[in-house]
């Protein structure tokens, strides 16, 4: 060590104290941002506000439904609602939706991931034009080719089944699935690829090895963006079912409009019920829906 290195001055904090805590409070106020925690505010308001009066008009009477002030709780709190939905079928429409939701990730996934693979690893122009062909399905609206693929359900002899729902709402899911794994998957570094061929790795040993436990992150966005999908679809269970055997929860709500009336508060307490499983997997797998969607988009 030299001489000039031992003589120089450490510098040390020479501030009383006292003034220390007043000074980490400067830096706060100077690092604060008024309008993001404004703006913050008022999204937790149009979040929170809906939420609070669908839980609250849910707890009402039919007879107090109509004049009821959503923002304030109800007077005569009561849970017969989702007693009666709960004995109206209601176990039934959810594990049709469940069943339907897991359908559409399943294919979604088996069917994006390797067409993600080879779309970011396949230099050539033809593997180009075919993905950018393939994104063509975002600008495509479901309801404009709703009577081609009702005729190809009823072709297939699969009209008032599960499969009526799932395999139009997994090809609807696909293009925005695949959009988010590219991006995913263009943040893996070339180095990685290249150290496990060098090791000798095939093509499936590196989808299975590194690229699909390198984009956990996509995936779970993935998942979560084609449940959505499966769980709040309206117009393919409305047009490719009739009976009660493949209804989904979405087509459960019309068991609570009739001739006569619209049974409010049956008809949130269904929306509150059917919210509650699709919310649970977002809190457990918030941290990588947020990381996926931050990768879309690639480097």
Request: charged share 10%.
């Amino acid at each position: 060590m030299s001489h000039d290195t031992l003589s120089r001055p450490v510098k040390t904090d020479s501030a009383p104290a006292a003034e220390r805590p007043a000074r980490r409070r400067r830096h706060w106020a100077r690092r604060a941002n008024p309008l993001a925690g404004a703006g913050t505010l008022i999204w937790l308001a149009v979040v929170i506000i809906p939420i609070y009066a669908m839980f609250s008009a849910s707890l009402t009477h039919q007879d107090e439904a109509l004049g009821h002030n959503a923002l304030k709780p109800p007077s005569r709190p009561t849970l017969d609602n989702y007693n009666t939905v709960l004995h109206h079928g209601f176990g039934h429409l959810l594990w049709n939706t469940v069943l339907a939701a897991a359908g559409v990730v399943l294919i979604v996934l088996v069917l994006c991931v390797p067409l993600s693979y080879v779309a970011v690893r396949t230099r050539s122009a033809w593997s180009g034009a075919a993905f950018r062909l393939f994104l063509l399905g975002v600008a495509i609206p479901a309801q404009a080719v709703v009577v081609p693929l009702y005729l190809m359900i009823a072709k297939l002899n699969l009209y008032d089944s599960l499969l009526a729902i799932v395999l139009p709402t997994a090809a609807f899911a696909m293009p925005v699935s695949v959009l988010i794994l590219t991006g995913t998957l263009r943040d893996i570094s070339e180095e990685m690829y290249e150290a496990m061929a060098l090791d000798g790795a095939s093509t499936t040993r590196m989808l299975f090895q590194l690229v699909i436990p390198m984009s956990k992150g996509g995936i779970s966005t993935v998942v979560i963006y084609a449940a959505l999908q499966a769980w709040n679809g309206f117009l393919f269970p409305l047009i490719f079912t009739q009976s009660d055997g493949p209804r989904v929860l979405t087509l459960g709500l019309f068991d609570y409009v009739s001739e006569f009336g619209v049974n409010i508060p049956a008809i949130l307490a269904s929306v509150v019920l059917s919210g509650v499983p699709i919310f649970i997997v977002y809190l457990v797998a918030r941290r990588a829906l947020v990381g996926g969607l931050m990768g879309v988009g690639g480097k």
